[in-house]
């Protein structure tokens, strides 16, 4: 069973409020991944990171931010909501080295609502 | 950048009869790994079957086998022997430096 959760699950929040969500994981893992992803469509990599200290934009980070002070912890912050913001977000964590036999472990997501 | 192509959005398949779900990816890297991932309607994504790239075998986990052709670059997922509870979203993915995902196969198992 994966060691990774998101918090909260479900999320309903009025246009320009400033929300963080929450991804941990007690597997070690240094890599860590935020997808946004609309029911049924493919996932889109919003922000990653290899470790402490270490974060990437993917396709759709220009909206929020990511900041990774410890191996556990990569929370995701939208500072202005709106409603093209509604979605799942999901969360992820892997093993440092994807050719060698390892996983990427999912969150259960956050399903966000703009109102 | 790495990239994930799955060329079917949707597909059907009788009850107890395997189907092959496919994957082609594009990567100027010589390390990586190919997953899949199942997602039913709840919407939580279920680890199926990985892929290293340096595995010479297809990897297999129960109904589940990856056919890596390396060459070729895919990494076509097999189900063998459908059950009704197989009908999801099927998503592959190709990990190195970041994680990318294609944009997924609706598989409706028929009884």
């Known amino acids: 069973e994966a060691d990774i959760y998101q918090t909260p699950r479900y999320l309903v929040i009025g246009t320009g409020k400033k929300i963080t969500l929450e991804c941990s994981q007690t597997m070690g893992h240094d890599k860590m991944y935020w997808y946004q992803q609309d029911p049924g469509m493919e996932l889109h990599l919003i922000h990653y990171s290899y470790g402490v200290n270490s974060t990437e934009k993917g396709d759709l980070s220009s909206e929020s931010t990511v900041s990774r002070i410890r191996t556990e912890h990569f929370p995701l912050t939208l500072e202005s909501a709106r409603p093209s913001h509604t979605s799942q977000y999901l969360c992820a964590s892997s093993d440092l080295t994807g050719g060698t036999g390892t996983e990427a472990f999912f969150g259960q997501g956050t399903r966000l609502t703009v109102v | 950048a790495q990239k994930i192509t799955q060329t079917q959005p949707g597909m059907f398949v009788q009850e107890k009869e395997a189907v092959t779900l496919d994957c082609t990816y594009d990567?100027?890297?010589?390390?990586?790994?190919l997953f899949w991932y199942k997602q039913p309607s709840s919407g939580e994504m279920i680890f199926l079957i990985y892929q290293g790239s340096y595995d010479e075998q297809n990897a297999t986990e129960g109904r589940y086998s990856l056919n890596f052709q390396k060459a070729r670059k895919s990494a076509n997922l097999v189900i063998s022997a459908s059950q009704l509870g197989d009908s999801a979203m099927y998503f592959c993915?190709?990990?190195?430096?970041?994680?990318?995902f294609g944009a997924g196969t609706r598989l409706t198992v028929k009884p």
């Open positions: 993915a190709i990990l190195n430096n970041d994680m990318r």
């Open positions: 990567t100027s890297d010589q390390s990586y790994g």
